[in-house]
Structure formats: C-alpha cells, structure tokens
C-alpha cells in the first residue's frame, strides 16, 4: 500500500494545483480553452421542439434513458455527455467548472444550429442550464434557449454533499477515487441519491462504474468537484431574478444533497417559474420517479 500512495504522490500536486478564478469574467467572457467534441445521443422528430439535457455530477446521459419512451414520441430529444463524463473526453486542464461547461454546450448548439430549445439541467447540469440562461439574458447566446427544466438543481452556495467533501480534500479524495473500486463508489453515490435504494437500476450502477475507468475519468472527476461552488457565486446567485424564461422547476422533497428548500428559493428568484415537488423522493427523480417526470415535463412543455 506504501508503495502505491508513493506512486500516486506526484500526481496528487498536479490534480491540486491552483487554476484561474472561476468567475464569470475569467471562465465566460474572457473564455480560452481548447474545444471539446460532447457525445450525445438523438431521439424523436427533429421537426419537434427540441430538449436539451445535461446530467449531473457523475453521470452521464444515459441517466435520462427511462425518460425516451414517454418524450420523444412529442419531441426531439438530445442528451450529452458534459466534459470529462461519460463517452466525452476528458483532458489534462483545469477548465471543468460551470461556465466551462456552459461555454462547451453553448459551442455544441451553434455547432448543431438548435434553435427554441428548452434546456433540462438537474443538479450540476442545472447549474450549467442557469449559467446558459444568463448568457442569453447578456446577449452571449443569440435566441437559442426556450425554456428552462431544472431538477434538483445546483443555484446557490452550499455545503458539499459528504461524498464530495471526502473528495474535495487534496490527498484524502485523491487516494480515495483511485484506490477505492469503482462498484464501490457508483453503489454509494446512488444509494445517497435515491429515497428507496430497490429502485436503484443495476444498469445504472454498472455505466457509472465503468465510466469511471475511462481514461482521465477520475481527473475530471476531481477536477470538477474542486471548481464546483464558483469564486463569484454570491454575485451570480443575485442575477437568477433577470431570468425571464418560463421554468419548471422539479424537485425531490427527500433530497439529501440540494434540500427542497433550494428550490423554493429558486422558485422566488426566477420571475416566470413554477415547482413541483416529489414527496418520497431522493435526489435523482429522473431516475426514480421516470413517469411522473414524464407526466410533469409533458405538461410544461404543452403551454410554453
């Protein structure tokens, strides 16, 4: 064991080095990184309106599968892998924060040429969603983005879920994502996302644990949890009111990660907003509750 912390030391100093600021200035309107071709997956008509989802920390887009039977038989569906997750790339940089990742997707939907989409974001990628909508709100994005579905979303300051404190810690975390087996790692995160673990999907325990071996994986995965909460986050929290998109905001009342009393607060901080809440559900509705979410979605997306 000696041996292999001694191995692992110098890679340790490297995952831990000081980045750039996150802030807004730095990341989105200073942005300077090298692309990122996203993986992504197509479904329905593209003469339908068109969803757009970003998963959350750790998963990737196959975390939306349950929901493809019910939506695209109303609309086009594309789900992508974020930076460094799933069947994108991962690279040797320190650009895995928020705007990164919105200036990547931003990217992605000039690239497709999509228009009126409505973005469906939950927890970290409901943070990338609400850093999208405020690029648009500044004219950065040019009439792309139709609506907003958050579920269980990342908004505000807040205390780390215990699984990324551990890998928050420099040396702690590190040891931990590389030594500890990734079966291991995919069966706790969910069983803390999920209100009722029998209805944790072993095929989603298996694409997490796998995707974790996939080559710069880990580093993504540290990366982003050390770039999670950005520098500026109190300035940006205050500018969720000049957001003027209709929002469908969908939460699970037993959430252990984002508590439901984020989403009220995003509730009265976005202007054109309506909330929903699961009672009896975890963080991962979409997973959990894949038919009501349906039924919500479906709802949402017959006024706006």
Not at 66 to 74: A, C, E, Q, R, Y
Request: proline fraction near 4%; hydrophobic fraction near 40%; charge should be positive.
């Amino acid at each position: 064991m000696f041996k292999i912390i001694l191995k692992f030391i110098p890679l340790i100093f490297l995952v831990g080095c000081a980045s750039k600021p996150i802030t807004w200035k730095e990341r989105i309107l200073n942005h300077n990184t090298a692309p990122v071709s996203l993986a992504f997956s197509e479904y329905g008509d593209k003469t339908n309106k068109t969803l757009l989802f970003l998963h959350g920390f750790g998963e990737n887009r196959k975390t939306w599968r349950f929901l493809i039977p019910s939506l695209s038989k109303n609309y086009h569906l594309i789900m992508v892998d974020l930076k460094g997750f799933g069947d994108s790339p991962a690279q040797d940089d320190k650009d895995y924060s928020v705007y990164d990742q919105a200036y990547f997707v931003k990217e992605f939907m000039e690239e497709k040429n999509l228009q009126d989409v409505t973005l469906v974001g939950r927890s970290f990628g409901g943070g990338v969603a609400l850093v999208l909508a405020l690029m648009q709100e500044d004219k950065l994005i040019q009439n792309k983005i139709r609506n907003l579905i958050l579920i269980n979303s990342m908004a505000y300051k807040q205390r780390l879920p215990s699984m990324l404190r551990t890998l928050n810690q420099p040396i702690i975390g590190f040891l931990g994502i590389h030594l500890i087996s990734n079966d291991w790692m995919a069966e706790e995160g969910y069983r803390l996302a999920f209100y009722d673990d029998s209805l944790i999907s072993k095929e989603s325990l298996k694409y997490t644990s796998e995707y974790l071996s996939h080559p710069l994986a880990k580093y993504a995965y540290l990366q982003t949890v050390d770039q999670l909460i950005p520098d500026d986050i109190a300035e940006m929290q205050k500018r969720y009111k000049e957001i003027t998109l209709p929002t469908l905001i969908l939460w699970g009342k037993e959430d252990l990660s984002i508590r439901v009393s984020t989403a009220k607060k995003l509730r009265r901080d976005l202007r054109n907003s309506t909330l929903k809440v699961f009672p009896l559900v975890g963080h991962m509705a979409q997973e959990e509750i894949p038919q009501k979410v349906s039924v919500e979605i479906h709802k949402f997306m017959e006024v706006n």
